[in-house]
């Protein structure tokens, strides 16, 4: 059976053999759990070359929901100790252990168009600064480009959590000597839980435009250079941010210098993360800190969804845009996109 990973995207062809599971699928549908990470570290702090480390480990749950959205929330969110061993963290040995919970488990969707995400809807309380660290999460789910998409090379423009932005793309297809991307650890124990998987593209063609079909293939890597220079309207965000530190603040200037995002697809994984970098001005000091964040999101499992699909109570719309304003989601909207 065939089931979305990504509208519009990615597809997976479960491998369920069994009748009484083939009904269980049938009720509730999927769910795809990956693993996410969130690396950050702020050196030159208090001296030179010193650099305090943070990392935050959480599950996100996503289940398709029509033809162009997920369901999600996260799950099993915590703040992780650096590695004492690790001289690159200034405080991996004197780290005071804290029970924050940066995200909750509330339900959120991810609305997408052929190009990637469009948009996300969310409970309109939502706090500001816990939308800001979905919306960069998430993020890593934004292809932006279509899947029929042939060139090797070619630039576009995709809005991300600083801005609508200038990326340069470069796609790498898989061949026999294909060699996967291996900056993030991968363990094959990971996928056991779940019924064997095969990733494959969604076909976009009309034919199939009302039913999943998959078009096989070994697998590509992407490499997407941001330029941070070059975001009509940009916004400045580092993950955890308040508000933006770019624009006529005295005591604090901060600007993002590079920004690099990596995916990987092959018929087994799908892999992707973000590295950013920039620095930091204050108005006391004249060293520059240099923030830095590296934001990974793993494929783990795919599994039967067990409950129905929740209902996102006063729900409100808002782009991937740091720091951007919450739109009402009005009763008849709800109704057409049930």
């Not at 779940?194 to 590509?220: P, Q, V």
Request: net charge negative; charged share 30%; with cysteine.
């Amino acid at each position: 059976m065939l089931v979305t990973i990504l509208p519009f995207f990615l597809v997976a062809n479960i491998t369920v053999d069994d009748a009484h599971r083939q009904s269980e699928w049938a009720i509730y549908g999927p769910e795809c759990t990956y693993d996410v990470l969130v690396n950050m570290s702020l050196a030159n702090v208090f001296q030179e070359n010193d650099n305090f480390c943070t990392m935050i480990a959480t599950e996100l749950k996503c289940r398709p929901k029509g033809d162009d959205s997920l369901s999600c929330r996260f799950q099993n969110s915590q703040i992780k100790r650096p590695d004492p061993t690790d001289n690159r963290c200034s405080n991996a040995k004197n780290y005071v252990p804290t029970r924050y919970k940066f995200v909750n488990d509330e339900p959120f969707e991810i609305r997408f168009n052929s190009k990637g995400i469009e948009n996300l809807v969310v409970h309109k309380s939502i706090l500001r600064w816990r939308l800001d660290m979905i919306k960069v999460i998430v993020s890593q789910l934004n292809i932006g480009f279509e899947t029929q998409e042939r060139r090797d090379r070619f630039t576009i423009m995709e809005n991300s959590t600083v801005g609508h932005c200038e990326v340069d793309v470069k796609i790498t297809r898989r061949d026999s000597d294909f060699k996967e991307d291996d900056s993030i650890e991968d363990d094959d124990s990971l996928i056991e839980e779940s019924d064997s998987f095969e990733i494959g593209f969604m076909l976009s063609n009309d034919e199939h435009a009302h039913s999943l079909s998959m078009e096989k293939f070994y697998g590509l890597q992407v490499e997407k250079i941001r330029q941070p220079k070059r975001c009509p309207h940009r916004t400045m965000y580092f993950f955890g941010n308040h508000k933006d530190y770019s624009h006529d603040d005295r005591q604090l200037y901060m600007d993002m210098t590079t920004s690099e995002s990596h995916i990987t697809i092959s018929k087994s994984k799908f892999v992707t993360y973000t590295i950013s970098e920039g620095t930091i001005k204050t108005a006391n000091k004249t060293r520059i800190m240099r923030p830095t964040q590296n934001i990974s999101l793993k494929l783990k499992r795919i599994d039967i969804a067990r409950s129905p699909l929740p209902e996102i109570q006063n729900p409100a719309s808002t782009s991937l845009f740091a720091f951007s304003n919450l739109e009402i989601v009005h009763e008849e909207i709800i109704h057409n996109l049930k």
